[in-house]
């Protein structure tokens, strides 16, 4: 096979990767070895198989009670249902405002994927796996069974049938090298698959003795305890390995701007500019050599690769998107051992304890003497009759003469209060490795403040924070993983529902440019559906919508997403929010006559406020001119002349207020005629 094509992978060949994966697969299952076996036992101890099978024999020979009361199962419950209570939901932002239309279509069509597959529930059952083993999975791939255009899928995987780079130490494994998925198969799921494929009968799962010991095997019967398979059918294990290499890339400056070229292509343009008789150095074009990690996938059984290499892709083996499909949610960390742990592990001790020191309780009870006397031979007349009626409270106890002092009771033995006290201990000892509180359990049996009993719980939250906080982190890196099968796989136009502020409709799904990074950022957010968040969303919404309507506020219709009422209801009120009132065109005309009614009775009042005002000023202006007759004197020639003019003044404002007492009556009488039409002609209509 030409090397060229690799474009600088280090795996060349088949037979290179089908050495790292034997050599990686076998690595693995050695570092996890012992992590597996108690793994199991702690999926046996949520189950409430919680004994040994040593312990359980040696208590069926001496006849004792292998009691469990299973506590541990009701507090990983109780996280799990924290967790439900307060769901998270994937939002991407634009980086720049012209991506925002981009970005609002990938928020829904995000939304759509994460409903049809159920991702919430197969989530809650990851993360219900990080508290029992410390490893919670889940994986992202394309369906065709049910739908031929394909369909994203998101699946819950077995913690116990993952593996991964035994280097990786960040948290939810995200500099880990290579990640695989071991799963049984039947002959028949393989021959659909991929058709064609030769694999040998020797490397059969379930074969027997004698079986090749192949590496993946290994992963399987590394450990004492044999895994069970409830299936008789005789099964072939398949690898899912995925892994990534770095590669180098050219970056060259070009007419349409900066050109991401592989080594081959780079390799081409420098070779054409060479046969021309020139560089690109000398025709002044600037490029630079970069690192590029690519991901890589294959599936391999029997010491075969059983898919085949795409002849098309500049990457040989090409995952389905440039990360792995896979993503774990990772627990509490084990420095020592490079392992996580989950809080099953603290629980286990007490919980073992405390089911063997009931059971040795049971055991003193039942070997210990309840009662009974102690006599000497021949203290009794009919000791038969002793035995059998003694117990009665009517019955009479005859003894010999003189034997009286030889009877006597057995000695009760005092019950151990220790044995008590450890038991007491140990129950108590379940809930507090952990750090939950009575209150986290719901049954804190006393009586405090609402206020109080929040803070306690909001506590325990607190101390499992490590959890949230992976499970935050692996949301992060699912969205970027969710966003590449979007737009990789199903942005080709199909109809997708979403959900906006006018309610729920479908819009075709189809993102431009999608062969390039989208640049958006994600954040993780309560989603709205969480009951936590809706209750405290409304607590705070309670407190500020008085202020908001005094204040003229708008009131968004988003605020109906955080109530408690059924989804319908609110799809269906914020439809009749959104849509415009439909009036009845009669009632439509009479209500703008009616409007114009009043603004023309505005009118007058304002005509008549202002007549008012002009003869209130002509009444000043008359007595201002009587006074100044009555004051005025016959002698002086100065106040004569003032008198005449007071005199002609008075005149001219007494004829401007009977002019203007005529024009006002007049417009009151046009005005009235006019409305009185109006009103004549509106109850014309509507009785039409």
């Not at 083996?317 to 949610?329: E, G, L, T």
């Not at 000497?376 to 009759?385: K, L, T």
């Not at 906080?469 to 099968?485: A, D, H, I, M, P």
């Not at 009632?587 to 406020?609: I, N, R, S």
């Amino acid at each position: 096979m030409d090397n060229s094509k690799k474009n600088g992978c280090k795996l060349k060949t088949d037979e290179d990767i089908i050495e790292f994966i034997k050599k990686s697969i076998k690595d693995t299952a050695m570092y996890l070895d012992n992590w597996k076996t108690k793994t199991r036992k702690n999926y046996d101890f949520y189950s409430g198989e919680q004994w040994e099978k040593t312990d359980i024999d040696l208590m069926q020979q001496t006849e004792r009670q292998a009691i469990v009361f299973n506590r541990v199962a009701r507090t990983i419950n109780a996280i799990t249902g924290l967790e439900q209570d307060n769901r998270q939901q994937i939002r991407f932002l634009p980086r720049n405002l012209e991506d925002a239309k981009v970005i609002e279509v990938l928020n829904s069509a995000c939304d759509w994927v994460r409903d049809l597959t159920d991702a919430e529930d197969e989530e809650s059952e990851a993360f219900q796996d990080t508290l029992i083993s410390g490893y919670g999975w889940c994986e992202t791939h394309v369906e065709y069974d049910e739908d031929p255009d394909g369909r994203i899928v998101q699946t819950r995987v077995d913690p116990l049938e993952m593996g991964w780079d035994k280097n990786a130490k960040q948290r939810n494994l995200g500099d880990s090298r290579f990640i695989f998925h071991i799963k049984r198969m039947t002959w028949q799921d393989v021959q659909e698959t991929w058709p064609n494929i030769d694999l040998d009968p020797a490397y059969i799962y379930n074969q027997g003795p004698g079986t090749p010991v192949d590496q993946i095997k290994s992963w399987y019967y590394a450990s004492d305890d044999i895994e069970i398979d409830l299936d008789d059918e005789k099964k072939y294990e398949v690898a899912r390995f995925q892994w990534w290499e770095k590669i180098y890339i050219y970056r060259v400056e070009g007419p349409k701007g900066i050109e991401t070229l592989s080594e081959t292509s780079f390799k081409s343009l420098k070779k054409g500019f060479l046969d021309s008789g020139s560089s690109m150095e000398q025709m002044g074009i600037r490029f630079v050599k970069q690192h590029k990690k690519v991901y890589r996938e294959v599936f391999y059984s029997s010491g075969k690769i059983l898919n085949k290499e795409d002849k098309d892709q500049d990457v040989p083996y090409a995952a389905p998107i440039n990360d792995f499909s896979f993503r774990a949610v990772t627990g509490l960390r084990d420095r020592n051992r490079n392992l996580w742990f989950g809080v099953m592990d603290l629980m286990r001790d007490p919980q073992m304890w405390y089911n063997k020191w009931l059971s040795q309780t049971l055991r003193i009870m039942n070997t210990n003497a309840k009662g009974g006397l102690i006599a000497e031979q021949g203290a009794f007349v009919d000791p038969r009759a002793v035995e059998n009626d003694y117990a009665k409270p009517n019955n009479i106890t005859y003894v010999n003469q003189g034997y009286l002092d030889k009877v006597r009771d057995k000695t009760v033995p005092q019950f151990p209060n220790t044995l008590s006290d450890l038991i007491s201990v140990a129950k108590d000892s379940i809930t507090d490795t952990p750090g939950l509180s009575l209150e986290t359990l719901g049954v804190a049996n006393r009586n405090q403040p609402a206020s109080l009993e929040m803070q306690r719980r909001e506590s325990s939250v607190t101390i499992l924070s490590t959890f949230f906080t992976s499970l935050r982190r692996y949301r992060k890196e699912q969205g970027r993983v969710l966003c590449e099968f979007i737009t990789k796989y199903i942005s080709d136009g199909r109809m997708i529902r979403i959900v906006g502020n006018d309610g729920a409709s479908y819009i075709p799904l189809y993102i431009q440019g999608k062969d390039d990074l989208l640049p958006y950022d994600i954040i993780v957010d309560e989603a709205p559906s969480a009951p936590n968040m809706k209750a405290r969303t409304m607590d705070a919404i309670m407190g500020l919508l008085p202020l908001a309507l005094q204040a003229n506020i708008p009131i968004p219709p988003d605020i109906l997403d955080y109530t408690t009422l059924p989804e319908n209801l609110i799809a269906k009120w914020k439809e009749a929010i959104a849509a415009p009132s439909q009036v009845d065109p009669a009632q439509q005309q009479m209500q703008q006559q009616m409007q114009q009614l009043e603004l023309m009775m505005k009118q007058l009042q304002v005509q008549g406020q202002q007549i008012q005002n002009t003869e209130h000023s002509s009444k000043a202006e008359l007595n201002k001119a009587q006074a100044y007759n009555q004051f005025a004197t016959a002698d002086n020639e100065e106040a004569l002349a003032k008198e005449k003019t007071g005199a002609n003044l008075s005149q001219q404002t007494q004829e401007e207020f009977r002019k203007n007492q005529a024009f006002v009556a007049e417009q009151q009488r046009q005005n009235i005629k006019l409305a009185s039409d109006l009103v004549r002609d509106s109850i014309k209509n509507r009785s039409k």
